[in-house]
């Protein structure tokens, strides 16, 4: 099986995380897509949603695509997770052939930073989306994604704009914030 990962803090999900998945099943010669939402990434303090949360939300996005799995690896480990550590469960648990890890512009800057990085960049091939607002360069040798949607989960959890949250976990999404 050929495969992307795209790891991420989804919190919350939002539509340009929907179409990354759509652009990565149309253009990337893949079979599946693994959506691993973190428990905590590495290189952050806190997360908002819970992950449970976050990866409900996910689950429900993307219910009716048998391509997207939503990968609970990270989040069941209840700690920060290096992608390291997720690629070798993946390739302990699946026929794998191929991985592409796909990251925004922003994680491509710190890549080098990475927990075994020299090792990681062996067993995955990066594929960048690229982010308005980030210095898109360099990426000349490397597959990229054109997603052209200008928004972060950091600015909608500032002020939640409705239009940047995918229809299907758009009332979820508004009651979740309503409560907090
Ligand atoms: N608008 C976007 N364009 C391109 N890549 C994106 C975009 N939003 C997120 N990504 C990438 O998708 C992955 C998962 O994103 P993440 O869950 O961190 O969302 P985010 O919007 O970057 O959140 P935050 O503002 O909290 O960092 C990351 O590699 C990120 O760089
Ligand atoms: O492995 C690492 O050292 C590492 C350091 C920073 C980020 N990551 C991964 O990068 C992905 C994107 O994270 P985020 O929070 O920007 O959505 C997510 O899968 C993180 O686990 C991984």
């Not at 652009?23 to 973190?38: C, G, Q, Y």
């Not at 512009?105 to 062996?122: H, I, M, Q, R, V």
Request: proline share 4%; net charge positive.
């Amino acid at each position: 099986m050929r495969i992307a990962v795209f790891g991420g803090s989804f919190d919350p999900p939002h539509i340009a995380h929907e179409k990354i998945v759509s652009i990565a099943l149309e253009e990337l010669d893949i079979d599946k897509i693994f959506i691993v939402p973190t428990y905590l990434n590495p290189f952050k303090d806190d997360f908002h949603l819970k992950p449970e949360k976050r990866f409900s939300l996910l689950s429900k996005l993307f219910i009716n695509n048998k391509r997207v799995i939503i990968c609970d690896y990270e989040i069941n480990q209840k700690r920060k997770v290096p992608s390291f550590e997720t690629i070798q469960f993946l390739k302990n648990h699946y026929e794998i052939s191929k991985i592409y890890f796909i990251i925004g512009t922003d994680n491509y800057k710190s890549l080098n930073k990475w927990y075994k990085y020299d090792e990681l960049k062996k067993e995955v091939e990066f594929v960048v989306a690229k982010r308005i607002g980030f210095l898109n360069e360099n990426l000349d040798k490397i597959k990229t994604l054109n997603v052209e949607i200008d928004i972060s989960s950091t600015n909608l959890r500032n002020s939640i704009n409705l239009d940047f949250i995918p229809k299907k976990i758009k009332d979820d999404v508004k009651s979740l914030y309503k409560t907090k």
